[in-house]
């Protein structure tokens, strides 16, 4: 089998000058980093857990959405008002006032519901670093492709001048 860049296939040498590749050479590459990984697995390891930790403390230490769901009661607090207050409003400026403060409203469990998404995002990215603790230790070392390895943590490969760099997840 060989690999080839999709764009090489359908365009031709004229958008890309990189040929196939052939899979062995390929998954013998790919056991060569992990073995390189695995020979220097504390080091990146430490290294990983502390770049994700510092995301951590600076997008998560906040009390973001602590402050986002006051927020939101105090909006909420502001409607109650302004419905009993529209009673007695001919003018409309109530109603205004109300659509005004629905809009914040929306804009906040926007904020809220981004916060809440890159907090499981890096939940996720935690869980793969994990995923790559357990092969790099588990595995003194790669004798031969691990094509559940490769599957689980390589998302991509890019190959330029015949040179394959991993990508993991």
Not at 23 to 51: C, H, P, W, Y
Not at 110 to 128: H, M, P, V
Not at 139 to 165: G, M, P, S, Y
Request: aromatic residues 6%; hydrophobic residues 40%.
């Amino acid at each position: 089998y060989t690999w080839v860049c999709i764009n090489h296939k359908v365009n031709g040498d004229k958008q890309c000058k990189q040929k196939q590749i052939k899979e062995e050479d390929l998954k013998a590459s790919f056991v060569r980093v992990m073995n390189k990984l695995i020979e220097n697995q504390d080091e990146l390891i430490e290294t990983v857990r502390g770049n994700i930790q510092s995301v951590i403390d600076q997008r998560i230490g906040d009390n973001s959405i602590e402050k986002l769901d006051a927020q939101l009661r105090s909006y909420q607090n502001q409607i109650t008002k302004l419905i009993a207050e529209s009673v007695n409003d001919s003018t409309g400026k109530v109603f205004a006032e109300s659509q005004r403060v629905m809009a914040e409203m929306g804009k906040l469990k926007a904020e809220k519901d981004a916060i809440i998404q890159e907090r499981a995002q890096l939940g996720l990215a935690n869980i793969k670093v994990i995923d790559l603790e357990e092969y790099l230790t588990k595995d003194r070392v790669f004798n031969e492709f691990n094509d559940i390895a490769f599957r689980k943590l390589v998302e991509k490969v890019v190959i330029k001048d015949n040179q394959a760099t991993f990508i993991f997840n």
